[in-house]
């Protein structure tokens, strides 16, 4: 993987990484234009950044994944930035051309998976709602700027196949359709491990702490009785699924008591 680094970003961040944010860079979709994209970025007049830039044949890393692009105001310091060669105005048609196809697959969706294995994110598509609710997986500037009204930007467009995207990407982690919980499903609650090994049940913007004084067994109890009813996502015919949080999007919510 050829690296054009770019002064224009911060070397560490300054919270985890929660998601995984595609854009579309407004050049055609055709291979070499990758490389040439990270170069125009690099540019330090330009002041944008991105973590990597894929076309139909390369995939070119710019930013470390440590450090923070500077490519989506409000998903910037807890995002992984990737630029797509490709336009936001692009029909679904045009996204099953042969290049648009190649890169999502051949570049794209390896990249994201990788990302997602890399720091233990979920592989779902995730919208505005879920953003808010600080939900971690993959989305577009398009969905952050909805969630956030940080920017205009509507990158990667309305026709942008983001279903398939996850798909492949679930492919790629060896997960099939059915296995983990999907972000376009409403459930009443989801029940979070923290970075401490606590375990919330997060309602809305409100949480209380599930493990607290309550022994292993009576907690799972707990999660496969929520589970059954259907109040938490599951898996597998009944297993609770219990999302990764990160301490910043814990600090957003409200603790509540039992
Ligand atoms: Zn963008």
Redesign the pocket.
């Known amino acids: 993987m050829r690296t054009v680094s770019n002064s224009s970003s911060y070397p560490s961040r300054t919270s985890g990484v929660r998601l995984v944010v595609v854009?579309?860079a407004e050049t055609p979709c055709e291979e070499g234009r990758a490389y040439n994209i990270a170069a125009y970025l690099a540019n330090p007049a330009v002041r944008a950044s991105a973590h990597y830039v894929v076309d139909p044949g390369e995939t070119v890393a710019q930013v470390p994944e440590e450090g923070t692009a500077w490519?989506?105001p409000g998903a910037n310091s807890d995002g992984i930035q990737i630029e797509q060669a490709a336009y936001a105005g692009y029909s679904a048609d045009d996204w099953q051309g042969a290049d648009q196809q190649r890169m999502l697959r051949e570049q794209l969706a390896p990249l994201v998976a990788g990302i997602c294995r890399r720091w233990d994110l979920p592989a779902v598509w995730l919208s505005a709602a879920d953003l808010l609710a600080g939900r971690a997986g993959v989305t577009d500037?398009n969905t952050v700027n909805e969630a956030y009204r940080a920017s205009d930007?509507w990158?990667c467009g309305p026709s942008f196949p983001a279903g398939l995207l996850m798909e492949l990407v679930r492919a790629e982690l060896g997960e099939t359709t059915a296995g983990p919980a999907q972000a376009e499903q409403e459930y009443e609650m989801r029940a979070c491990e923290m970075n401490d090994g606590q375990i919330l049940l997060v309602d809305g913007m409100e949480y209380q702490v599930l493990s607290e004084g309550r022994p292993w067994d009576e907690i799972n109890a707990i999660l496969i009785e929520l589970g059954r009813a259907g109040l938490i996502p599951t898996r597998d015919g009944g297993v609770p699924v219990i999302e990764k949080i990160g301490d910043n999007a814990v600090n957003a919510l409200r603790k509540v008591g039992e």
Do not use: F, I, Q, R
């Open positions: 854009h579309t490519a989506a500037h930007h990158d």
